[in-house]
């Protein structure tokens, strides 16, 4: 097709230039030969020839300029020499360019660092398919918000809510327990979590190795006989060196054994957002260590956070009208005889909120705050660009006499504010490269203050496609307040002034150094 032929021909312009110019030289002095030919065949002298041959052929150099306009992308090579010169002009004042990169740095890396909590904590979904079809389910008293208020449900509300639930394809309950290892006679605490057996099918997810835990694994019982667990790839690998061999071996648990069945995927790291599990356990298992004291049947006992998967066709509004149909019933089933003595238990009711994110306490606790925090840190590059702003102006009005010049050779206003542009643009994707590797120090900062426990945070702050874009959006609004809009308004000048001004300038300077000595020529000694 003819745009493919332009567009391979475009290509061998751009990255071969050299052949490409003795390409069209060659053709070039074939034509001008061969019209020279005919002339001197029609009676011409040879300068007869080759002058006429000239006049009817047309200027070499501007037919070359046009020739390089239709086979290659201009504006391409046009960029590409603004961003040369631009890099020779920082390269001259390296401490500039050195304060210009670290301030930008600074305000892109803040920004970075805290949104990067925020997209964690806050804006991540969960590493499952179609996440947007979960829905938490919440139990504590109307219009909590916050750590501690937002309670989960308890084992028999979680029962007598799936046994009456229409809206979802099923729900799960999933609880993080902290819990002791035992390996070759030494302990040391990990991080585990009990799941129902309906988790890993409503999750939709797929196993790393072997398969995950399923209704049958959790069977309530009051034996350790037959209990199943799956853990993480990272556990798997550090523990069992990423042998498949791993899948029927014992592994001991708060003095429990329990079967590994199974490794979860990489990217799943449980449904909160904080807390990574390395084993993952039937909430059976908690009946095998506490008997009937369990939390799974313990109607007092908030234990269960509830999540659920919207059945194909059903809405979020259609979900919380269905909740608030059964909610009644449900809560008249579960709730302990002597619930008006609570006041949680008195006051609270059934909640659903979107499940898209997961579950997040510190999202609770310091959602609002790094929301503050985003904004002052927002400011922080304002003040950055505008420092930064106030350089680049005083630093382009020491250069005017060069855009003066380069006016008057031919360059046009746009050329030179894309080259004044192209200089902020090479600033600033040194700065935003700089302030990504200075935001994962900042991020581990922020994420040390808010640790709680002595369990590390578990958050994944590594730059995702949302970072990246974020950065890039920073980037190009410092491209914006420091490149371009100096440069339109440095660039609004009248080029014949601005070269008299200069020339009477010169003049004037060369006077003073030549004017004789009223009292003529002095010699020493």
């Not at 230039?17 to 002095?29: G, K």
């Not at 979680?158 to 009456?164: I, K, S």
């Given at each position: 097709?003819?745009?493919?032929?332009r567009?391979?021909?475009r290509?061998?312009?751009?990255?071969?230039?050299?052949?490409?110019?003795e390409?069209?030289?060659?053709?070039?002095?074939f034509?001008?030969?061969?019209q020279?030919?005919?002339?001197?065949?029609?009676?011409?002298?040879?300068?007869?020839?080759r002058?006429?041959?000239?006049r009817?052929f047309?200027?070499p150099?501007?037919?070359?300029?046009?020739?390089?306009?239709?086979?290659?992308?201009?504006?391409?090579?046009?960029?590409?020499?603004?961003?040369r010169?631009?890099?020779?002009?920082?390269?001259?004042?390296p401490?500039f360019?050195?304060?210009a990169?670290?301030?930008?740095?600074?305000?892109?890396?803040a920004?970075?660092?805290?949104?990067?909590?925020?997209?964690?904590?806050l804006?991540?979904?969960?590493?499952?398919?179609a996440p947007?079809?979960?829905?938490?389910?919440?139990?504590?008293?109307?219009?909590?918000?916050?750590?501690?208020?937002?309670?989960?449900?308890s084992?028999?509300?979680?029962d007598?809510?799936?046994?009456?639930?229409s809206a979802?394809?099923?729900l799960?309950?999933?609880?993080?327990?902290?819990?002791?290892?035992?390996?070759?006679?030494?302990?040391?605490?990990?991080q585990?979590a009990?799941?129902t057996?309906?988790?890993?099918?409503?999750?939709k997810?797929?196993?790393r190795?072997?398969?995950?835990?399923?209704?049958q694994d959790d069977?309530?019982?009051?034996?350790?006989?037959?209990?199943?667990?799956?853990?993480?790839?990272?556990?798997?690998?550090?523990?069992f060196?990423?042998?498949?061999?791993?899948?029927?071996q014992?592994?001991?648990?708060?003095?429990?054994?329990?079967?590994?069945?199974?490794?979860?995927?990489?990217?799943?790291?449980?449904?909160t957002?904080?807390?990574?599990?390395?084993?993952?356990?039937p909430?059976?298992?908690?009946?095998?260590?506490?008997?009937?004291?369990?939390?799974?049947?313990?109607?007092?006992?908030s234990w269960?956070?509830?999540?659920?998967?919207?059945?194909?066709?059903?809405?979020?509004?259609?979900a919380?009208?269905?909740?608030?149909?059964?909610?009644?019933?449900?809560?008249?089933?579960?709730?302990?005889?002597?619930?008006?003595?609570?006041?949680?238990?008195?006051?609270?009711?059934?909640?659903i909120?979107p499940?898209?994110?997961?579950?997040?306490?510190l999202?609770?606790?310091?959602?609002?705050?790094?929301?503050?925090?985003?904004?002052?840190?927002?400011?922080?590059?304002i003040?950055?660009?505008?420092?930064?702003?106030?350089?680049?102006?005083?630093r382009?009005?020491?250069?005017?006499?060069?855009?003066?010049?380069?006016s008057?050779?031919?360059?046009?206003?746009?050329?030179?504010?894309?080259?004044?542009?192209?200089?902020?643009?090479?600033?600033?994707?040194?700065?935003?490269?700089?302030?990504?590797?200075?935001?994962?120090?900042?991020?581990?900062?922020?994420?040390?203050?808010?640790?709680?426990?002595?369990?590390?945070v578990?958050?994944?702050?590594?730059?995702?496609?949302?970072?990246?874009?974020?950065t890039i959006?920073?980037?190009?609004?410092t491209?914006i307040l420091?490149?371009a809009?100096?440069?339109i308004?440095?660039?609004?000048?009248?080029?014949?002034?601005?070269?008299?001004?200069?020339?009477?300038?010169?003049?004037?300077?060369?006077?003073?150094?030549?004017?004789?000595?009223?009292h003529?020529?002095?010699?020493?000694?």
């Amino acid at each position: 097709m003819l745009w493919v032929q332009r567009f391979w021909l475009r290509l061998q312009t751009l990255f071969g230039r050299n052949r490409s110019a003795e390409r069209l030289d060659d053709e070039i002095q074939f034509h001008l030969e061969h019209q020279i030919a005919e002339n001197i065949a029609a009676g011409m002298s040879w300068e007869e020839a080759r002058h006429a041959a000239l006049r009817a052929f047309g200027n070499p150099t501007f037919l070359k300029g046009e020739t390089r306009d239709t086979w290659g992308w201009i504006w391409l090579e046009q960029v590409g020499q603004d961003l040369r010169h631009g890099a020779r002009m920082l390269c001259k004042n390296p401490g500039f360019t050195a304060v210009a990169v670290l301030t930008l740095a600074l305000g892109i890396g803040a920004n970075t660092a805290v949104f990067s909590l925020i997209d964690a904590l806050l804006l991540r979904s969960l590493a499952v398919p179609a996440p947007s079809e979960l829905v938490r389910i919440s139990f504590g008293p109307p219009g909590t918000t916050g750590a501690g208020l937002t309670r989960p449900l308890s084992g028999p509300m979680f029962d007598r809510l799936r046994e009456r639930q229409s809206a979802f394809t099923d729900l799960f309950g999933w609880t993080n327990a902290p819990m002791v290892l035992t390996e070759k006679g030494v302990t040391r605490p990990i991080q585990a979590a009990y799941a129902t057996g309906s988790t890993f099918p409503t999750l939709k997810l797929r196993p790393r190795l072997g398969r995950l835990l399923e209704w049958q694994d959790d069977e309530p019982s009051t034996s350790s006989n037959g209990l199943a667990a799956v853990v993480s790839e990272a556990f798997w690998i550090e523990h069992f060196g990423g042998d498949a061999s791993v899948l029927g071996q014992p592994i001991t648990v708060n003095g429990i054994q329990a079967t590994i069945v199974g490794v979860m995927p990489r990217s799943f790291n449980g449904i909160t957002v904080d807390y990574a599990p390395q084993v993952v356990l039937p909430s059976a298992f908690d009946v095998a260590l506490h008997g009937a004291s369990s939390g799974r049947f313990r109607a007092d006992w908030s234990w269960l956070f509830v999540m659920g998967r919207l059945k194909p066709g059903v809405t979020f509004a259609q979900a919380k009208a269905n909740l608030a149909t059964i909610a009644g019933d449900v809560l008249r089933e579960s709730l302990p005889s002597d619930y008006q003595r609570v006041d949680y238990l008195r006051n609270g009711i059934l909640s659903i909120t979107p499940g898209r994110t997961g579950n997040s306490p510190l999202g609770e606790i310091y959602g609002r705050e790094l929301w503050t925090l985003q904004a002052l840190v927002g400011l922080l590059i304002i003040i950055c660009c505008t420092n930064l702003a106030s350089l680049q102006l005083s630093r382009t009005l020491n250069r005017q006499h060069e855009l003066v010049v380069r006016s008057a050779l031919g360059a046009g206003r746009l050329r030179l504010v894309r080259q004044l542009v192209a200089e902020s643009a090479m600033l600033s994707t040194a700065g935003a490269a700089t302030g990504v590797v200075l935001s994962q120090w900042m991020s581990a900062l922020l994420v040390r203050y808010i640790e709680q426990s002595d369990f590390p945070v578990f958050l994944d702050l590594r730059p995702n496609a949302m970072i990246f874009a974020a950065t890039i959006a920073l980037a190009a609004l410092t491209v914006i307040l420091t490149g371009a809009l100096p440069a339109i308004g440095l660039t609004r000048f009248d080029t014949e002034e601005m070269l008299r001004s200069g020339a009477r300038r010169t003049v004037g300077r060369k006077s003073q150094h030549g004017k004789a000595s009223p009292h003529g020529p002095r010699f020493s000694g």
